[in-house]
């Protein structure tokens, strides 16, 4: 269970985080969120999926790894064997959380979940020298920010997929080498004959807010199914 609390160099400059893929459980997970900000960068390796939350009913984007809970096909000798790492997994253990100001003002702050197994007092990149952030920390923090951002554009994208009826539910029946079978279901993709029917007042709104290009960028990426096939062939040998 995560345990968020405020960073401060005051109670964590000894704290470590251990950075090398797959040296922990954390990094074992099947996909991760990404936001249409960072679209170009993930579909150049992941399938982009969406995904709706089962606290919120939510929905958000993601990057998948594998066909199976907790299986990661990226990561092979604490190697994460991709061109590009999502955001999300690069900022572990850390997000930003709010705090109330005496004005009552949620004021952003660096928040780490001092529960990951990614944290250790012994081993791993040090996130304070001299009461001052690192060079390690400050990439963090600059990823944080980025995040922050993403997420917030995100959240106007989903509204625009699901006002212009864009997200359908998908099943994937996936035959492996070996005769064995994988299914991948639970996720939506964009409905690609909705968005050719869409007419150019939408598509103009849609590209001034910066979501015309995420959207064809997360179609294009379903070619990236093939690559997770191939992976999973791979060791099934």
């Known amino acids: ?29 099947q996909f991760t969120m990404t936001h249409p900000l960072e679209f170009r960068n993930i579909q150049a390796c992941y399938p982009i999926f969406f995904s709706k939350s089962r606290d919120t009913g939510e929905f958000f984007p993601l990057a998948l790894f594998g066909f199976e809970q907790g299986e990661n096909l990226f990561i092979d000798q604490f190697q994460w064997h991709a061109s590009y790492i999502p955001m999300m997994i690069e900022r572990q253990p850390f997000l930003i959380g709010y705090q109330k100001t005496a004005d009552d003002n949620p004021n952003p702050v660096v928040s780490i979940d001092t529960n990951s197994p990614k944290v250790s007092d012994s ?24 995040l922050h951002h993403g997420h917030e554009h995100s959240k106007g994208f989903i509204s625009a997929l699901i006002d212009n009826d864009l997200l359908e539910p998908f099943t994937l029946d996936v035959t492996l080498n070996n005769g064995t079978t ?21 598509l103009g709104n849609f590209n001034k807010n910066g979501y015309l290009q995420p959207i064809y960028m997360a179609v294009a990426s379903f ?5 997770l096939i191939d992976k999973k062939n791979a060791l099934s040998q």
């Open 223 to 227: 070619s990236r199914v093939k690559d």
């Open 1 to 29: 269970m995560s345990n968020y609390v405020v960073l401060s160099p005051e109670i964590h400059h000894d704290t470590r985080v251990l950075t090398e893929p797959g040296k922990t459980e954390a990094d074992e997970v």
């Open 182 to 202: 994988n299914q991948l279901m639970g996720f939506y993709t964009i409905n690609e004959q909705k968005l050719l029917e869409l007419d150019g007042d939408i």
């Open 123 to 146: 081993e791993g990149q040090l996130l304070f020298e001299a009461n001052q952030p690192t060079d390690y920390m400050k990439g963090v923090m600059a990823k944080l920010e980025a």
